[in-house]
């Protein structure tokens, strides 16, 4: 197998490429190797040596605590528990939220035969203990074992002295109530708000 | 910018993947580190260094001449002429073609201010000139702009004492009449042949 060869074999196990599109992806990167291959084999090369896993959160950054834990401006009362680092920077992303994280690493789940003590759940609940935090957001998915997950972790957390939310579920924005399902709007509706 | 950032802006330049597939990408990474990530970025330093544009014709290998040219079981009398890389490999797939290849390395085109000089053209004519080439496989796609850059060839091969072809076109493999465009049908028709 040349070269050429492992490089498309290796891009084609990213999720979203085939071997079809790992081979276009090659071509792309041959074709601007020095505006586009070079840098991207240092930027590789260097996340390989700077980034680490925050022992605090579980988010990934340069530095350890990472940057959200260790930002003296955010609010210390508030975590926010998501899934997936995708997650965290979905909710990064909309600008609002300005507390901490905890990252699971994943949901609890008979299939998959995943329990409690593979995720990041033990830490949370310390941290959960401290006296500065005085609320816990669970936000994971709207999913079964999302629920499931969130359900476990609210009776986990019943012993320390914090509030427990979860996030609103209801008629996404803009969305039209003739194209939504019969559980978004069963959902919206019992959770109905006085206007 | 973190270099997790920098990480993602580069991925969400390959062709297909977007800000949010190059995120998916690089989480995918930095999850399976030692089993994907170092292999990719070692992959890609290695093909920085070793892979090169074959000087006769216009392929890329880790060797100039290239594998295909400095195979000696492969037919020297014949030159597949394609537009890019892609195509070479496309045809390489079908594991019927067993002699050379020349890249023009793009067509011409008007719009794109695109002339003979910008493509591999003379390389071909001084190649075609050679005692031992008796046959030119004109393999451009079938677009308007393939179409024109064969004729261009053919016009400039004249002079060479060469038989050159076009590949046939016609119904694809599988193909029914019904759903098949006017231009394609046509083209079947008119180049019909004895049963």
């Known amino acids: 197998m040349t070269d050429l060869d492992e490089l498309i074999r290796l891009f084609s196990k990213l999720p979203g490429l085939g071997p079809r599109s790992a081979r276009r992806a090659v071509l792309h990167l041959i074709r ?3 505006a586009l291959m070079a840098p991207l084999g240092a ?5 390989m040596d700077t980034i680490r896993t925050c022992s605090v959160c579980g988010n ?3 530095h350890n605590p990472c940057a959200v834990c260790s930002d003296a401006r955010r609010d210390r009362s508030v975590i926010c528990v998501v899934e997936e680092l995708a997650d965290l920077w979905a909710i990064e992303r909309c ?3 300005k507390g901490q994280y905890h990252v699971l690493g994943g949901v609890l789940s008979a299939l998959d035969d995943r329990g409690p003590s593979q995720l990041n759940i033990e830490p949370l609940i310390e941290r959960a203990a401290k006296d500065e935090v005085r609320e816990i957001i669970l936000a994971t998915n709207a999913t079964i074992e999302g629920q499931t997950t969130a359900h476990y972790l ?3 957390l019943e012993g320390c002295n914090v509030s427990i939310s979860r996030l609103a579920q209801g008629i996404p924005m803009g969305g039209e109530l003739d194209y939504l399902d019969d559980g978004t709007l ?3 509706l019992k959770a109905r708000l006085p206007a």
């Open 32 to 34: 601007r190797k020095d």
């Open 154 to 156: 609210a009776t986990r």
């Open 60 to 62: 990934l950054d340069t």
């Open 43 to 47: 930027a590789i090369a260097r996340a």
């Open 95 to 97: 600008n609002l939220y």
């Open 186 to 188: 069963g959902a919206a």
